[in-house]
């Protein structure tokens, strides 16, 4: 879309471009298909007052693409988040094609988060293209592993944060188009039991089981769910034995937990770090940590929302803002900067086989992150 367009935000253009970036599938662990997302994005740059820095994927994840406007960048300025991987497998796009229908369209990564990660880069182009630069330079990032928890972009996403002045984060709006001012933490763990194998019919009293004593360790973590507190413990996947008739020797679970604030993290990580086993001749051992800090509503947080909302009015529609479970690229910077996440489109079905955005939510929300860059000082 160019300058000369009647309407700069008009859904339809901006549709055909969410379109094109939605046809390439982007597994996070298909890095060649993210890179052929991370071309594009990057091709979309060189007409502007820009310059693109490509930093080369590892760990069997894909590229990252930093775009940092012409100006501004001498001082601490405007962080935009964004990221290209998406959770559904290759081939996807066969059960979940590009449909139109009514206000919904649907695809693979629409919602979460392609819609409004395009939505940003069609932003700065029309910043570019009114000529009058933003008060503040703009660096847009690009991660290509947000949906295993952003292990090789992590560090990148911190030392930008810390330079910035203000983060915005291009996920998906919340029920109806709230944004996200807070965030629980995310912690992840993994839990190995190693007993004494015997046979379960001749020698039973020989073994010690690890699968029995895997039961007594999930008992422990489900008790620490704690829904008033906001604290949220799930055993997710667990393995243990090799025959019915074999005393297992090994167990082993995943666990996810998630909690409001630092002060619940600080208590129940080493907690859960420090679980011990009930039964002799038994181990358990515990390795994890905090992925992702909790994202708490800072007073610089809040201010920015004010500013949104504010800015959201003059367009005609109200900001309403929530805090939701789920973590994102935002948990990294809302420590240290001010942050404010769900910018992305509006819509449902995130990560399921039903993925959609609204049509509707396009020009509004394309308008918000123009206003953001064009009034952040």
Request: charged share 25%.
């Given at each position: 879309m160019t300058a000369t367009t009647a309407?700069?935000?008009?859904?339809?253009?901006?549709?055909?471009?969410?379109?094109?970036?939605?046809?390439?599938?982007?597994?996070?662990?298909?890095?060649?298909?993210v890179n052929k997302l991370a071309d594009l994005v990057t091709d979309g740059y060189h007409d502007l007052p820009a310059t693109v820095e490509r930093i080369a994927g590892k760990d069997g994840c894909g590229d990252h693409v930093v775009a940092r406007s012409s100006w501004g960048q001498d001082a601490p300025g405007i962080l935009v988040l964004s990221h290209l991987d998406t959770v559904h497998p290759l081939g996807f796009i066969e059960r979940l094609p590009f449909t139109i229908e009514g206000d919904s369209v649907f695809g693979p990564g629409i919602y979460d988060m392609k819609g409004?990660?395009?939505?940003?880069?069609?932003?700065?182009?029309?910043?570019?293209?009114?000529?009058?630069?933003?008060?503040?330079?703009?660096?847009?990032?690009?991660?290509?592993?947000?949906?295993?928890?952003?292990?090789?972009?992590?560090?990148?996403?911190?030392?930008?944060?810390?330079?910035?002045?203000?983060?915005?984060?291009?996920?998906?709006?919340?029920?109806?188009?709230?944004?996200?001012?807070?965030?629980?933490?995310?912690?992840?763990?993994?839990?190995?039991?190693?007993?004494?194998?015997?046979?379960?019919?001749?020698?039973?009293?020989?073994?010690?089981?690890?699968?029995?004593?895997?039961?007594?360790?999930?008992?422990?973590?489900?008790?620490?769910?704690?829904?008033?507190?906001?604290?949220?413990v799930n055993v997710g996947v667990v393995r243990g034995g090799t025959k019915p008739n074999v005393i297992a020797e090994e167990a082993y679970a995943e666990v996810d937990m998630r909690v409001p604030g630092i002060a619940e993290s600080d208590e129940l990580v080493p907690r859960i770090l420090g679980l011990k086993s009930r039964t002799e001749g038994v181990s358990v051992t515990v390795t994890g940590e905090l992925n992702r800090?909790?994202?708490?509503?800072?007073?610089?947080?809040?201010?920015?929302?004010?500013?949104?909302?504010?800015?959201?009015?003059?367009?005609?529609?109200?900001?309403?803002?929530?805090?939701?479970?789920?973590?994102?690229?935002?948990?990294?910077?809302?420590?240290?900067?001010?942050?404010?996440?769900?910018?992305?489109?509006?819509?449902?079905?995130?990560?399921?086989?039903?993925?959609?955005?609204?049509i509707s939510s396009i020009e509004p929300r394309a308008r918000l992150l123009h206003r953001l860059y064009q009034t952040l000082r």
């Open positions: 309407n700069p935000f008009d859904s339809s253009s901006i549709l055909d471009g969410i379109r094109r970036w939605v046809e390439i599938e982007t597994p996070t662990e298909v890095p060649a298909q409004g990660a395009y939505l940003a880069y069609h932003a700065f182009r029309q910043i570019c293209a009114d000529g009058a630069r933003s008060p503040l330079g703009i660096t847009q990032m690009f991660v290509s592993d947000e949906e295993i928890g952003s292990p090789t972009s992590r560090a990148l996403i911190e030392t930008e944060g810390r330079k910035a002045k203000y983060v915005l984060v291009t996920e998906p709006a919340r029920d109806g188009g709230k944004i996200v001012t807070g965030r629980k933490g995310v912690a992840r763990f993994e839990v190995f039991i190693k007993g004494v194998p015997s046979h379960a019919g001749t020698r039973p009293e020989d073994g010690r089981s690890a699968i029995r004593e895997l039961g007594n360790v999930i008992q422990t973590l489900e008790a620490m769910n704690d829904l008033k507190r906001g604290v949220s800090p909790p994202y708490e509503k800072s007073n610089s947080g809040a201010a920015l929302y004010e500013h949104a909302k504010t800015l959201a009015a003059e367009i005609g529609f109200d900001l309403v803002d929530t805090f939701t479970g789920g973590g994102s690229d935002g948990n990294f910077t809302a420590p240290h900067t001010a942050t404010l996440d769900g910018l992305g489109v509006d819509g449902k079905g995130a990560h399921t086989h039903y993925e959609q955005m609204y």
